[in-house]
């Protein structure tokens, strides 16, 4: 080989000199910023599992909407939690709503939750490209309704943006509030009276809207909740018969009695 023709320095000045600049990407001001979704998590209560997040939905430092619905049914007994890119995430659950309607009418009996557990999985995996490329990331939580045990048992499972999933024991925060989440859940679950899993639904309501208040004022992508503006959480709750959906109504009568 040529010693003229080698090229001096490191693996970045070879790049240069070769012109490639896939290292160095350059945004438009002009550019987009994509929506992002947070917060959300899901607790064990005496009843079985609450599920909610807050509204709020932001492009960078904008506030693009507080009216988001970021909890979704996807059959009977089973809820999704979305955080972070709403189109993807969206998408995902109508795919998972599909595909378990199809299993359900052509089986004649339900997809176990296992299988329904690594379908989501499947699609984080699919969803690779968008993931490493920054744009279109979705880390969700799940919870569906264990029939393989007696009495059938909800169960909360949390996912990384890869596809990898693990069961919760008591508790899971996905989205930008989490952290605040997590830990308030966690003092609650060592040192509170009463603790997360022996709550009843009013208590677990009201503990649900405090632990959003918490993480708006450390977080402002989390919208919180806010009853003098009218604005709640989404909270659903799934107990081994199915499904439940707290209305904003329900949460007002519940914070009033604080």
Same mark, same amino acid.
């Given at each position: 080989?040529?010693?003229?023709?080698?090229?001096?320095?490191?693996?970045?000045?070879?790049?240069?000199?070769?012109?490639?600049? #896939?290292?160095?990407?350059?945004?438009?001001?002009?550019?987009?910023?994509?929506?992002?979704?947070?917060?959300?998590?899901?607790?064990?209560?005496?009843?079985?599992?609450?599920?909610?997040?807050?509204?709020?939905?932001?492009?960078?430092?904008?506030?693009?909407?507080?009216?988001?619905?970021? +909890?979704?049914?996807?059959?009977?007994?089973?809820?999704?939690? +979305?955080?972070?890119?709403?189109?993807?995430?969206?998408?995902? #659950?109508?795919?998972?709503?599909?595909?378990?309607?199809?299993?359900?009418?052509?089986?004649?009996?339900?997809?176990?939750?296992?299988?329904?557990?690594?379908?989501?999985?499947?699609?984080?995996?699919?969803?690779?490209?968008?993931?490493?490329?920054?744009?279109?990331?979705?880390?969700?939580?799940?919870?569906?309704?264990?029939?393989?045990?007696?009495?059938?048992?909800?169960?909360?499972?949390?996912?990384?943006?890869?596809?990898?999933?693990?069961?919760?024991?008591?508790?899971?925060?996905?989205?930008?509030?989490?952290?605040?989440?997590?830990?308030?859940?966690?003092?609650?679950?060592?040192?509170?009276?009463?603790?997360?899993?022996?709550?009843?639904?009013?208590?677990? +309501?009201?503990? #649900?809207?405090?632990?959003?208040?918490?993480?708006?004022?450390?977080?402002?992508?989390?919208?919180?909740?806010?009853?003098?503006?009218?604005?709640?959480?989404? +909270?659903?709750?799934?107990?081994?018969?199915?499904?439940?959906?707290?209305?904003?109504?329900?949460?007002?009568?519940?914070?009033?009695?604080?």
């Amino acid at each position: 080989m040529n010693n003229a023709n080698l090229i001096a320095g490191d693996f970045l000045s070879l790049l240069a000199t070769q012109k490639v600049s #896939a290292l160095k990407t350059e945004v438009s001001a002009s550019a987009p910023v994509q929506t992002q979704a947070t917060t959300v998590f899901a607790f064990h209560f005496s009843e079985g599992i609450l599920m909610a997040g807050d509204r709020r939905a932001t492009a960078g430092n904008v506030i693009v909407t507080d009216r988001v619905e970021k +909890i979704m049914d996807i059959d009977a007994s089973s809820l999704l939690a +979305i955080a972070g890119t709403p189109a993807t995430a969206f998408e995902m #659950a109508r795919v998972l709503q599909t595909s378990f309607e199809y299993y359900r009418r052509s089986q004649l009996q339900p997809l176990s939750l296992p299988a329904k557990v690594r379908a989501l999985a499947r699609l984080l995996r699919d969803n690779l490209p968008m993931t490493m490329q920054g744009v279109g990331i979705v880390v969700p939580l799940f919870a569906g309704v264990d029939h393989t045990v007696s009495p059938a048992k909800p169960q909360i499972y949390f996912y990384d943006p890869l596809g990898a999933q693990f069961q919760a024991v008591g508790h899971a925060a996905s989205g930008s509030g989490s952290q605040t989440i997590r830990s308030v859940m966690s003092f609650q679950e060592h040192y509170g009276n009463p603790k997360p899993s022996e709550m009843n639904l009013a208590d677990a +309501i009201r503990f #649900a809207s405090r632990l959003l208040i918490t993480a708006s004022e450390f977080d402002s992508a989390t919208g919180g909740v806010n009853p003098a503006s009218e604005i709640y959480a989404t +909270i659903k709750v799934l107990r081994s018969t199915g499904v439940e959906t707290i209305s904003d109504a329900q949460q007002k009568e519940f914070l009033q009695k604080l």
